[in-house]
């Protein structure tokens, strides 16, 4: 085997571990329910979705999947309060439900929190981990 050939076969197997090892925020994903009063969320593990479904107050939804208005100034969105409303699990499908109806025409987004191999859905929800450590996916959806 030559070098250029092991170099190719090398770059192979790199590429294909890279590809292999893509993390489940690129399954996650929102849609707008036929009525467009709710959004539907999928894609997100199934354990923390079981463990989050427990909580009997459902507030720690707001800790994985919060949902808010996208403000004029894109730069502000870290700072905007969080749109209320209600979560519910349907199958594997967390459908979220607004107290007040979606504006037509206006821009929301959905910050899907990350959780990795070592840290449990539960350090982010009582609050263990800094803001700093906190790894997100904003998905962005429009009325």
Do not use: E
């Amino acid at each position: 085997m030559g070098i250029s050939t092991m170099f190719l076969v090398t770059i192979m197997l790199f590429s294909t571990a890279c590809s292999s090892n893509k993390t489940s925020s690129n399954q996650v994903k929102i849609s707008l329910t036929s009525d467009k009063h709710s959004i539907n969320i999928t894609g997100l593990d199934r354990a923390i979705v079981q463990d989050i479904n427990r909580d009997s107050l459902g507030g720690n939804w707001q800790s994985l999947v919060p949902v808010y208005k996208m403000p004029a100034d894109t730069d502000m969105k870290n700072y905007q309060p969080m749109q209320p409303g209600k979560y519910l699990v349907k199958d594997s499908i967390v459908v979220f439900t607004p107290d007040t109806p979606f504006v037509a025409r206006q821009t929301y987004f959905v910050r899907y929190y990350k959780f990795d191999t070592n840290t449990k859905a539960n350090d982010y929800i009582m609050g263990r981990n800094k803001l700093g450590d906190l790894h997100y996916t904003d998905l962005i959806f429009k009325q």
